[in-house]
């Protein structure tokens, strides 16, 4: 059985890495803080340009047909640029819930997401908190045991600091007259859906952070010189950067075949997800911690490009369900009574 990417899906995210690398530079990631809404329209409208908003939205409403699978690979190189617009969001959770409610609801908002001139945001109580809803143009909120779906002007924000500056937080209050679209059952049913997507977008985009950050950490450690010479021909600099290496390497596979299990619709997606998220936020919150300590004390200043990613790989660990509720659910998993352990069968 041949488990590698398809050269087609490996030539797109070359593509696609070539062009966020030129576009999404960390001069341009610090310019996006001083704007009043913190993201950039030029760059969305170059994103659906090339076809990335609409990439998992159906060939009829004008996107490209994707899954999951075709997308993951894009998703770690969002992360490597540590990219602040909704891409990724809008790929992996607005698109698919909006496919799975159908009907005029899919008609009327999935063209608009393809050609880039809407923004749909899903916020579950999960996260607590709903990002870029200051700028989108529908909103899928829970409240409870409940699915709302409702317009920016049935609903209050109040902005919330991020660790990242690059994330825009807001506490959401809607309207009391408003109706929820799908309770009970069928409502669970969409925010577990959409918890687990968030959840494999947050796991991609790890990977592609922790890259990025042993790569700022090799080209800084080849040119800082201590006794004579570089850094990083020393013996604790090599291992520190040869750790995060290995549980990068060990998180690609899991997250992967979470992508997989997702797009194929297996029932083992749920704990192939929470594996998924726990391996690639380890990885990376190790890369944070290592990187930080190989540039010293250069780390902690501001102007230094690391602390871009190290903030993105804080944030994420935490959203889309936090350390403890993927513990939780893996470990539920493990200690069922009819749990289908040993080869084949465990991670």
Sequence with gaps: MDFTFSEDQLLFRESVRDFLLNEVTPEKIRAS????????????????????????????????????????????????????????????VAVPMLKELGGDLAAQWLPKIATGEAKVVVGLEQNLLVEDAHTADLLILQKGTDLFIVTPDQVTLRHNESIDPSRKLYAVEIDAAVEPFATGEQAGALASAALNRGALGCAAQALGLAQRMIDITVEYTGERQQFGKPIGSFQAVKHAMANIAVRLEYAKAPVHKAAYAISQGQSVAVINVSHAKLMACEAAKLAAKNTIQAHGAMGYTWEVDLHIFMKKAWALANTWGDTGFHKARVADYIFSDDAQLGAGTTF
């Design 33 to 92: 803080w001083e704007m009043e809404d913190g993201r950039d329209p030029a760059l969305w409208q170059q994103i659906a340009e090339m076809g990335l908003s609409g990439i998992t939205v159906p060939e009829e409403y004008g996107g490209l047909g994707m899954n999951e699978l075709d997308f993951v690979l894009l998703a770690q190189e969002c992360g490597y640029v540590a990219l602040p617009e909704p891409l990724v969001h809008t790929a992996l």
